[in-house]
């Protein structure tokens, strides 16, 4: 199955920046992909996601602040986080779940990564 390496995580006052990177294994292009958060004492929760054909969502918090985006050629998924809040901070986790090949849809079994700690501020 694909292995998913995240980077990027760390350390930021409230309204600076960072972007998380993860770098999956094989070619992603017939993955869905997404990056999800959990924070001490909460559930995880799934911040943003990415299709095959590029179609993103984002959870309302992050609307306007954030971007995910995809390299395919490089196999790495991208977070861009801008104006950072407190309640952003926590673990992010990388995901994928590979595309069915009849219906184009996104499968329900994620690969995840490690995760990558983001703390503000």
């Known amino acids: 199955h694909v292995q998913l390496v995240e980077s990027g995580g760390g350390s930021v006052q409230a309204g600076g920046s960072l972007t998380l990177s993860c770098v999956a294994s094989?070619?992603?292009?017939?993955?869905?992909m997404g990056w999800s958060r959990q924070a001490g004492g909460k559930d995880r929760e799934w911040v943003s996601t990415?299709?095959?054909?590029?179609?993103?969502t984002y959870i309302d918090s992050v609307k306007g602040r954030f971007t995910i985006s995809r390299d395919v050629a490089s196999n790495t998924l991208y977070l861009q986080m801008n104006n950072l809040k407190p309640d952003d901070s926590a673990m992010y986790y990388c995901?994928?779940?590979?595309?069915?090949?009849?219906?184009?849809?996104?499968?329900?079994?994620?690969?995840w990564g490690q995760g990558t700690q983001v703390t503000v501020s």
């Open positions: 990415i299709t095959q054909t590029d179609a993103a």
């Open positions: 094989e070619y992603t292009r017939d993955y869905c």
């Open positions: 995901a994928a779940t590979r595309v069915r090949p009849l219906s184009r849809q996104c499968g329900e079994n994620y690969f």
